[in-house]
């Protein structure tokens, strides 16, 4: 049976629930290791610095090895292969970090995790590409962007508890298992092998994707410091207690998987999405400026722009995503992906990094948040570079 072959809504449906899977699976190392850090810095005495270099190297790997995964997406013989492989490392990095005794050891589990990252956004889009209803392209690609939210919220709930019941390397082993079940429904529904591609389908370069990565490399950027920085601002600054800090990051959790969603489904319906972009990016720097005036304004403020970001600067990605998978065709979607992932990652990784160093030099938050909202800014005039210069040459 391949149930995902099909144009009709069960198998739709299907299609989205596989991709959904795939994201979650493909980022659930990084979230895993972040919500064990307490146990596990505990067991080994590291600082917080050397541990969370784990999820920097994983976001590395997963930069550094972007272009490679999606011209393997490309050149895959099958999607059901794909797949296989995605899972495979998901499960080896869950189980290596789980067995872990030293750092070394540790280190080589997050780089598998990396690998698996790097196939997770490639892999997916080619499917969608292959099998998607064109009608229902947007709203797929929604659907399965939404599974790192998902991903992420299910580390944060599940893994936690399992831990101070079994220990963090049991609960680690636990994850572990979860591809390996996926497997299964990947052998169910999705077919062995491509379908014939038309001639509108065959493989071409992917032109005109660098725009889409210098939006997703600044967008990347400053979402990232937000993302990592937010509850530490909170609490520092705004006196927020630890389990209020949990209800927040929840409430802003919720808003993403929403927000990608509904912007995939939106997006679908419209022929020119650069608008779409220009007001995403519009409205995560507003929302950036009113985080940056909570400290001296009260937390409505914190409230108001972090629930924006959930929607704003996290919904671009089903949109840019969308963007790529219409434009470049079946043969290329997994390298053009590919291009864009290698920038966002790049975000990812500096982003952090560069708030921090400027907090910790400045000693104040709001030059960070500076910084973040000129990400935004400059990600707003990048799209608007970008239709002038279409323009002009039309």
């Not at 659930?28 to 810095?41: E, R």
């Not at 005794?101 to 280190?107: I, N």
């Not at 979860?178 to 999705?190: D, G, H, Q, W």
Request: charged residues 10%; glycine residues 12%; positive net charge.
């Amino acid at each position: 049976m391949t149930l995902i072959a099909g144009r009709d809504s069960v198998c739709q449906g299907a299609l989205g629930a596989v991709t959904l899977v795939g994201m979650g699976m493909g980022s659930m190392v990084p979230f895993a290791v972040s919500a064990l850090a307490p146990l596990v810095i505990a067991e080994f005495g590291w600082s917080r610095t050397r541990y969370g270099s784990l999820i920097t190297l994983t976001f590395g790997v997963g930069m550094l090895l972007s272009i490679s995964a999606g011209k393997y997406a490309d050149s895959s013989q099958g999607p059901r292969s794909l797949l296989y492989l995605l899972l495979a490392s998901a499960t080896t990095a869950l189980f290596v970090l789980s067995s872990g005794t030293s750092y070394a050891v540790m280190a080589v589990g997050a780089a598998v995790g990396g690998a698996a990252m790097s196939l997770a956004n490639p892999s997916t889009n080619k499917l969608i590409s292959a099998f998607g209803a064109p009608k229902q392209t947007g709203l797929l690609i929604g659907i399965k962007q939404s599974g790192v939210q998902v991903g992420t919220f299910l580390s944060g709930v599940i893994l936690p508890p399992l831990a101070t019941l079994f220990g963090w390397r049991v609960s680690l082993r636990i994850a572990g298992a979860i591809p390996l079940i996926c497997a299964f429904m990947v052998v169910l529904v999705v077919p062995s092998r491509w379908p014939s591609m038309r001639s509108s389908q065959s493989a071409r370069r992917p032109v005109g994707i660098w725009w889409l990565m210098g939006y997703a490399y600044l967008m990347g950027g400053g979402l990232s410091a937000a993302t990592y920085y937010l509850p530490l601002y909170a609490h520092e600054r705004l006196g927020f207690a630890n389990s209020t800090a949990g209800i927040f990051l929840s409430a802003v959790g919720v808003m993403r998987i929403a927000s990608r969603v509904l912007a995939g489904h939106y997006a679908n319906r419209i022929h020119d999405e650069s608008w779409l972009l220009i007001s995403f990016s519009g409205i995560a720097a507003v929302a950036q400026v009113l985080v940056w005036l909570a400290e001296t304004s009260g937390a409505a403020f914190l409230w108001a722009g972090s629930l924006l970001l959930g929607t704003s600067a996290v919904a671009w990605n089903a949109v840019v995503m969308l963007v790529v998978v219409r434009r470049t065709g079946f043969g290329s979607a997994g390298h053009a992906t590919g291009l864009v992932s290698l920038a966002f990652y790049g975000g990812l990784i500096i982003g952090p990094t560069l708030f921090g160093v400027i907090v910790d030099r400045t000693n104040s938050y709001g030059t960070g948040w500076f910084v973040a909202t000129l990400h935004f800014v400059a990600a707003l005039v990048v799209v608007l570079v970008n239709r002038h210069s279409r323009v002009s040459v039309g």
